[in-house]
């Protein structure tokens, strides 16, 4: 795992070379730049561990490529995908170094809107309040509801 702040200026350059500051592309890709090497890595581990002898059980039963991947393979990924997708939303969620650097006006992600209500000369207590339970209600309802589905296996 390595800190996101590694990638904002190669990543500034390319977006802002393409054209994409300031749009909620530059944010998605941004996140998914960050994301997508840990959640490779995390799931190739799990796959490595495969058992060889289960597909292979698999083909003399007839299955193909696709069948022993959707009825074998996928349903034993499940914790795995379900691991990778808490890790990939919650870090994605309360992102503030990308959101701030890629967008100035029209784009503003939770973080960055929380940050505006802290003033120089006054804190919004109410705003700030507000938007802090709304941004994180749906991270803790997200991963109690996922933690549940691994649990019951």
């Known amino acids: 795992m390595f800190s996101p702040s590694i990638l904002v200026l190669p990543l500034y350059q390319v ?3 393409l054209g994409l500051l300031d749009t909620i592309w530059s944010i998605v890709l941004g996140h998914l ?3 997508l090497p840990f959640s490779t890595l995390l799931l190739h581990s799990f796959l490595e561990e495969f058992s060889k002898e289960v597909e ?3 083909q003399l039963d007839g299955l193909g490529v696709w069948g022993i991947f959707w ?3 996928f349903p034993l990924l499940a914790p795995a995908v379900g691991v990778v ?3 990939a939303f919650a870090s994605s969620w309360g992102e503030f170094l990308f959101a701030v650097s890629f967008s100035r006006t029209n784009i503003r992600t ?3 809107q929380i940050s505006l209500t802290i ?3 006054r804190i919004w207590w109410v705003c700030l309040l507000h938007q802090e339970f709304t941004g994180l209600f749906p991270q803790l309802f997200w ?3 996922l933690i549940d589905i691994l649990q019951e296996g």
Request: proline share 4%; charged share 10%; hydrophobic share 50%.
């Open 56 to 58: 292979e059980a698999a």
């Open 143 to 145: 991963q109690f509801y």
């Open 119 to 121: 003033s120089e000369y």
């Open 33 to 35: 730049a960050w994301v």
């Open 15 to 17: 977006f802002s070379t």
């Open 85 to 87: 997708g808490i890790f």
């Open 110 to 112: 939770g973080p960055v």
């Open 71 to 73: 009825k074998i393979v």
